[in-house]
């Protein structure tokens, strides 16, 4: 449960009551190992499935209780076997052939296998762009967000979707070159505009994006490409024609 490579601390949220496309797509698969389509893959940066300042850095083994990985997982894990109605989901990539037991749990093979990871990668390599800024600090709030959306508009289509964005920072966010981004990467141009400190936009959206119904994300870019807010919406938030969901 230790990278290899620095910086090897997990990162981790807990999120009682997830909220996410990803939660319907896997609701009705039997156990066992099932293998994704090429773009249903769990990504956390572009699936926007959990805020970066939810994120905290956990150690994989610190003497007495409940203040590691392993504690933390065995508190969900006996949870789970207390309920008759308790279903697991795993996400990864298999590997091996391997031989040597898992050093926590005990069975064979072993399956945790961190390593450090990039915040900005590229979307068709997956590698890290080069020169990009690490991610931010958990502490870190974006100075653009994304606030609501309307995701499914009064009438048929071609439809008028928008999305309102709020400068939270305390300085004047030129959005020259800035992009809104869909679940499947389709991105449209944002106004080319200097949004002031508390001013709010509302982008109206163009070209191939579309926000599906069924549940979907939208993605907030700069002119580097790089990723400054993101959020995740359902079927059941989306399902209610002409509301705005926010966020």
């Not at 938030?237 to 969901?245: D, I, L, N, P, S």
Request: glycine share 10%.
């Amino acid at each position: 449960m230790l990278s290899l490579e620095s910086p090897s601390e997990l990162l981790y949220a807990v999120v009682d009551d997830l909220q996410h496309p990803i939660t319907a797509a896997i609701a009705g698969l039997a156990p066992g190992w099932h293998d994704l389509p090429a773009r249903g893959g769990l990504d956390f940066v572009r699936g926007n499935l959990v805020p970066r300042t939810q994120l905290r850095p956990l150690a994989p083994d610190v003497a007495g209780p409940d203040n590691d990985l392993g504690d933390l997982l065995d508190l969900y894990v006996q949870r789970a076997i207390g309920r008759s109605d308790a279903l697991m989901y795993a996400f990864g990539e298999r590997w091996g052939p391997e031989t040597a037991r898992d050093k926590i749990f005990g069975f064979k093979p072993g399956f945790l296998a961190f390593q450090s990871q990039a915040w900005h990668t590229d979307d068709s390599t997956g590698h890290a762009i080069e020169g990009a800024p690490p991610g931010p600090a958990p502490t870190d709030d974006p100075s653009v967000r994304i606030l609501a959306a309307m995701v499914n508009p009064n009438g048929g289509s071609p439809e008028r979707e928008t999305v309102l964005l709020l400068n939270a920072s305390p300085q004047a966010i030129d959005l020259n070159g800035w992009r809104l981004a869909d679940r499947n990467q389709q991105a449209c141009a944002v106004p080319a505009v200097k949004l002031n400190p508390g001013a709010a936009l509302t982008v109206v959206l163009r070209e191939n994006v579309q926000l599906g119904n069924k549940g979907g994300s939208i993605t907030l870019l700069d002119k580097a490409g790089l990723k400054v807010s993101g959020v995740a919406y359902t079927a059941d938030q989306a399902k209610r024609e002409g509301w705005t969901v926010t966020f």
